[in-house]
Structure formats: structure tokens, C-alpha cells
């Protein structure tokens, strides 16, 4: 066991727990773990974890607890019984931005000093050199540096700020533009479903196309911060429109639902019909947000 390296709690032993856990114990991080469900521990202590019978023991064990269950609802069961008094609790469990504020304040009450993580990984990313792992954190500053190098172990480190629910923000947002990607895959594999296309080449090519187009993105940001929805746009939106309805009647030839395109259809046809047809796409976050009250 090195000595010289923060030992630390963790509370949660699913998937991610687990490749949690496994990084740090081969990092050297003296751990001791916790899991509602004892077996899940037993691969862990063989090498080298402490296992405790119970959450309050656990946490009992360490000044520094991270916490990586299922939800907020299974964080409060587990958190209910232990005394957290001068505790940094750091809670990698997925949760709305509201949830993480109440989670973060419900702590601090409790004498602990609280940070929200956003995990941006699947399990085998996590230890893994290069794939690209990365945690949001929010919350309490002085806890990120007092912990930073063991929190780096895992996958890299990206903190955005002392709001505890702005590492849930930025997660959820990129977890729904991920689904959206997603969806858009669904369709187009469907489209080709059958047909003479081999799927493993038109992966390639979708994956090529998706890459191109995500540059887009920074396109949006700049119209959103300068308020100019038709600065050099290249594609405009009743050009954009006029094409989709290709997309639909392609949909309707080869059989596919067109389900998951029209609910973004209809917005862009939306913004058209407004009367902003020299814009491209971004006008249509203000029809997301038009009903929120601070909206423009
Ligand atoms: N796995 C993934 O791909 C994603 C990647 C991005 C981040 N998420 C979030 O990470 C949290 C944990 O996810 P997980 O993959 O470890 O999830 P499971 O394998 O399903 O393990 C769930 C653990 O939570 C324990 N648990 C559930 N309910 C309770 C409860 N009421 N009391 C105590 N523990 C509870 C469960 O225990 P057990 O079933 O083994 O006894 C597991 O330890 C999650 O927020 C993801 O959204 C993962």
C-alpha cells in the first residue's frame, strides 16, 4: 500500500463504481468500499480494498467520500445513516441540477463540504489513457484542489463552477444532444435497413458526417452570444426546410417512420412560417425556451 497517496470512500459498486474503484486501487489509493450488495465487494477486496458492513462504517473510514449509485433517491438512502461531520463528499451520481443543489445544501447542513460530479464516460473508459474520460464538477472550489490529483486518477477533470448543480446542467445537456445524435443514427440505419448498403461501410461514413457536422456547433454559440441569428450563415433555413421534405418523402419510401425526424421538422417549419428564413437552426432554441420567463 502507498502511503503517500490520498485514501479515500467509496460508496456504490455498479459498473461504474466498480471501474472507479479499480483505477484507484491500481493507483495505489489506499480504498475502502461500500456496496448495498455485499458480492459486488468481493473482487475488490481481493485486491486490496477494505470492505465495510455498512454506508456509516465506510464513510466513517475516510475525510474524502465519493458517492456513485444509481440515482439522488438511492444517495439519500444510502447517505440517511452515516455521520458526514467534516466530511468532502463528492457525489458522481446522475441527478437533475435542482436535485444536486437540495444534495449539496442537505450536506452542508450536515458539516460536510459537497461536490457535484457529471460522470462524461462509460465504465471501460474509466482508467483508460487517451479514451477521452472526463468528470464536470461543481461545487465547492476548495474541495476540487484540496482533491484534485486523486479525483484525476479515473478520467480528466473539468469544473465548472461553484453552482452544485452546474456539473448536472452541463451533463444532462450533453447527454440530450447525445440522444439526439442518436436518434438521427436510428433513422438513418433504418433508411438502409434492407437495402444493398453494407452497415459496417455506412458506419464509417456516418461517423465521418456526424464528426464534420458537430463543428456546427460553434456557429450556434457565436450567433446565441451576439444575438445575430443570420451572421454568416451558410445554409439557411428556408433552403434547410425545402430539404427536409425530401428527407420525409425518403422516409416514406423505404417504409421507415419518419417519428423521430418531425418533432424537429416542425420547429425549423416553425421559425420559416415566423418569418426567418434567412437564419439557420439557431432560432430554434428560442422556440425551445420561449415559454421559460427570462427568455428574449
Ligand atoms: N454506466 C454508465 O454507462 C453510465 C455512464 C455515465 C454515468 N452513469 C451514472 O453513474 C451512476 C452509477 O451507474 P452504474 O453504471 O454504476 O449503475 P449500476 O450498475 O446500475 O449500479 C447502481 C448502483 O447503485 C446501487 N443502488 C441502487 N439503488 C440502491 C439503493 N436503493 N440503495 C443502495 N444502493 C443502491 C446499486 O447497488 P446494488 O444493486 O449492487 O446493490 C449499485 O451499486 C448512475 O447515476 C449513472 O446514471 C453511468
Given at each position: 500500500m502507498n502511503s503517500n497517496k490520498t485514501s479515500l470512500t467509496l460508496l456504490g459498486l455498479g459498473a461504474m463504481g466498480t471501474a472507479l474503484a479499480h483505477s484507484w486501487l491500481a493507483a495505489g489509493h489506499p480504498l475502502t468500499v461500500w456496496n448495498r450488495?455485499?458480492?459486488?465487494?468481493e473482487p475488490l477486496a481481493a485486491k486490496g480494498a477494505t470492505v465495510t458492513a455498512t454506508a456509516a462504517e465506510a464513510v466513517a473510514a475516510n475525510g474524502l467520500v465519493v458517492v456513485c449509485l444509481l440515482d439522488d433517491a438511492s444517495t439519500a438512502e444510502v447517505l440517511a445513516g452515516t455521520d458526514l461531520a467534516g466530511r468532502d463528499l463528492v457525489d458522481l451520481t446522475t441527478g437533475t441540477p435542482a436535485e444536486a443543489r437540495t444534495r449539496a445544501e442537505w450536506a452542508r447542513s450536515r458539516g460536510a463540504r459537497f461536490l457535484s460530479g457529471g460522470i462524461m464516460?462509460?465504465?471501460?473508459?474509466?482508467?483508460?489513457?487517451?479514451?477521452g474520460a472526463y468528470v464536470l464538477y461543481s461545487g465547492s472550489s476548495a474541495l476540487f484542489d484540496a482533491h484534485h490529483d486523486t479525483l484525476a486518477v479515473p478520467a480528466g477533470t473539468e469544473y465548472v463552477g461553484a453552482d452544485p448543480g452546474s456539473a448536472a446542467l452541463h451533463d444532462v445537456a450533453l447527454l440530450s444532444a447525445m440522444y439526439g445524435m442518436l436518434a438521427g443514427a436510428a433513422h438513418a440505419f433504418a433508411l438502409i435497413r434492407?437495402?444493398?448498403?453494407?452497415p459496417k461501410r455506412f458506419a464509417g461514413l456516418l461517423a465521418g458526417w456526424l464528426t464534420a457536422m458537430t463543428a456546427s456547433v460553434h456557429g450556434t454559440a457565436e450567433r446565441l452570444v451576439s444575438g445575430?441569428?443570420?451572421?454568416?450563415?451558410?445554409?439557411n433555413l428556408a433552403m434547410q426546410v425545402a430539404g427536409t421534405a425530401t428527407l420525409l418523402r425518403t422516409a416514406e419510401e423505404q417504409g421507415v417512420s419518419p417519428e423521430l425526424l418531425l418533432p424537429y421538422v416542425g420547429l425549423m417549419k416553425r421559425r420559416l412560417a415566423d418569418g426567418?428564413?434567412?437564419?439557420?437552426?439557431?432560432?430554434v432554441i428560442d422556440l425551445l425556451t420561449s415559454r421559460r420567463p427570462s427568455a428574449g
Open positions: 450488495t455485499a458480492a459486488r465487494a464516460a462509460v465504465p471501460p473508459m474509466i482508467g483508460a489513457p487517451g479514451a434492407g437495402e444493398d448498403v453494407e445575430d441569428y443570420t451572421g454568416n450563415v451558410v445554409s426567418h428564413g434567412d437564419e439557420d437552426t439557431t432560432g
